[in-house]
């Protein structure tokens, strides 16, 4: 199984930067797909997640209104459009995928089997 994540770059605040994973090795139809991330010195973070089957994701909070994950099952790969970007937004952008986990643990790294590499986002302010 691999994952692999680009897209990440420097911008501004106040830009707009898109994320791609591509997976092998499994279908992200039938996997739980997320996006999560790893600012400097903190412990990694929920972005985004879709369900299994399911073409509309949920978010944390704080992305809310500015983030957009999307699925292509065609080209197995999942999106996240970044809008609006903070400083703060500033991480290590990881996809996951997990074909056993619960919807209660979406937000545990540990529950996850399969991570990709991680993606560079800075945001200068």
């Known amino acids: 199984v691999q994952l692999q994540a680009s897209g990440g770059g420097l911008v501004q605040a106040g830009d707009s930067l898109s994320l791609s994973c591509a997976a092998s090795g499994i279908s992200v139809r039938n996997y739980v797909m997320s996006w999560f991330r790893q600012a400097p010195g903190k412990e990694r973070e929920f972005v985004s997640a879709f369900n299994r089957g399911d073409m509309n994701p949920f978010y944390t909070g704080s992305v809310k209104g500015r983030f957009t994950a999307s699925k292509d099952n065609a080209k197995n790969t999942i999106y996240l459009q970044m809008n609006n970007l903070r400083p703060e937004d500033t991480a290590v952008y990881y996809c996951?995928?997990?074909?056993?986990?619960?919807?209660?643990?979406?937000?545990?790294?540990?529950?996850?089997?399969?991570w990709g590499q991680g993606t560079l986002v800075t945001v200068s302010s």
């Open positions: 996951a995928a997990d074909r056993q986990i619960i919807r209660s643990s979406y937000s545990r790294p540990d529950a996850y089997d399969y």
